[in-house]
């Protein structure tokens, strides 16, 4: 498994880390076959599986189911697992019960949180405890409905400086990487060159150290729309409903199931069940 060194070492060599989201089995088993660097099971989960409008209803125990499955599909790629909406926040205690619940029962390599200020402490509380900890900056979505939506972040000077010292202040206090979404494409080099750890970027352009992008986004499965940073590599989406339409149709022509997918009893049996009865 590539260690936190190793993606500080790509960093420096100038090769790109490969990151996406799974919350599963399956999904977590293809990425590791593909040879993806790191695996985050993200709080993108509530919309992109579970359903809600918002990452803001997803739960600890939500996180660590899905970072449990995730982690049994790929026992060898580095897993980040999010601390959901208000698990960082409140007393050091109860951040830290929380945090080492989730990092313990999902076998994560690091926990993920949101935003800078406060949280630079959340950062060094649980790198002193000795969890590795992936800090998350520009937009936040689990933040979006107090500034008033998913909106491109530090598109203004001030805010591109206040990005840059979030980013060093990350660093300092001990995050391992950092993940930066919806900023402009020329920031990304300052933010990359302003630390020593690996940013990846998510709607930061191509200069960022890697790229994440959510599963459902890439294959084109469950996404009614692709936001503009994001690409469909395959679309899934098409052959899953592709499967159903025809499945469906088979039951209803009673194509399916066919010969080959029958059990068959032997004719004496059937003559020793139903006798001279049988038709
Ligand atoms: O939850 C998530 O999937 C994320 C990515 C958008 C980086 O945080």
């Known amino acids: 498994m590539k260690t936190v060194n190793d993606f500080k070492k790509m960093k420096a060599s100038g090769e790109k880390i490969v990151m996406m989201t799974a919350y599963d089995h399956p999904t ?14 993200g709080d993108s989960l509530g919309m992109v599986v579970l359903g809600y409008p918002s990452t803001v209803y997803v739960t600890a125990d939500d996180m660590i189911h899905h970072g449990k499955a995730a982690r049994r599909g790929a026992q060898d790629t580095f897993l980040v697992v999010d601390m959901p909406f208000g698990t960082f926040r409140g007393s050091e205690d109860r951040i830290l019960a929380e945090a080492v619940r989730i990092f313990q029962k999902t076998g994560a390599d690091a926990l993920k ?7 630079i ?14 800090a998350h900056l520009g937009l936040l979505p689990q933040s979006a409905s107090v500034i008033g939506g998913y909106k491109v972040q530090g598109k203004t ?14 660093e300092s206090a001990g995050a391992c990487m950092i993940v930066v979404e919806c900023i402009p494409h020329q920031l990304t080099k300052q933010l990359c060159e302003a630390v020593s750890i690996p940013i990846i970027g998510i709607g930061a ?14 294959v084109q499965f469950g996404t009614h729309h692709l936001p503009k940073f994001a690409k469909g590599f395959s679309n899934a989406g098409e052959a899953v409903h592709s499967g159903i339409r025809s499945y469906t ?3 209803r022509d009673c194509s399916f199931p066919a010969a080959q997918h029958q059990f068959t009893m032997k004719e004496e049996e059937l003559d020793a069940l139903y006798g001279g009865a049988r038709s």
């Open 121 to 134: 402490e959340t950062i060094s509380l649980l790198m002193k405890t000795g969890i590795p900890v992936v």
């Open 28 to 41: 977590a088993a293809a990425a590791e076959q593909e040879g993806v660097d790191i695996l985050l099971t």
């Open 249 to 251: 149709q088979a039951v």
């Open 157 to 170: 000077a001030e805010s591109a400086r206040q990005l840059i010292e979030e980013a060093r202040a990350c």
């Open 205 to 218: 352009g191509v200069d960022a150290d890697g790229q994440v992008l959510v599963f459902h986004d890439l």
């Open 113 to 119: 949180v949101e935003g800078a200020g406060e949280v």
